[in-house]
């Protein structure tokens, strides 16, 4: 009967407020989704889970040593994913962040090269943007990705412990710099000797999962690697 009342009770709600899709605002059956299935399909992907050597892996070459790295779309402005990615860190949409993380399991599940790894770990906030935010988007993702991948999800290996102006200095030296420092390895018998995957919403300069990798690096896992939603090198 409770049950009953509960469906009833959706259902109405759902007459009342449909939920739509944020690309083309076709009405959606279930709340967990955030996009229709033909504005995800339309989603640029790149295909780097399945090619060694892709534009991500060569962006960390010489910086930081990863076993290989990903990233489920193209980004680009004013895009779909762009609103998405807004959505998330923004509008308090934590939906969304969930929903890219399955879109980016669903691609790691599938291919061969990522099957190894033994965790995944988000790319930790700083504790007062966090306070802020009230979220980790980089947390919801990698509870998104953990949904349909089962691989063990690791959230005190590194800290954040300062801040970045990544993204205003251009100058690459001066931008890795600046990020020294800013991670620290937390409790490194959570990854030691493990497969790790870091994971961020985007891959922008690189510089801020190089800073993380090279704090995750200190408590010497078998392996790091990066997966993130958007690539925007
Ligand atoms: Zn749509």
Redo the contacts with the bound molecule.
Sequence with gaps: MHQLVEDSFHGIAHLLFPHC??????VLEHRKEI??????SLLPRTNFENQEGNPLEKCFYGRVPIASATAAFYFSRKSILHQLLVCLKYKQHKEVGWFMGRLLGYQLAKAARFQEIDLIFPLPLHPNKLKIRGYNQAALIAEGIQSVWSKKLVLDAAIRTGFSQSQTVSNRVHRWQKMQGVFQLENQSSIQGKRVLLIDDVATTGATLEACGSALLQGKPASLSIATVAYTL
């Excluded at 996009?35 to 995800?40: D, E, H, K, R, V």
């Design positions: 899709c944020m690309g083309c605002n076709t996009l229709c299935y033909a504005c995800s």
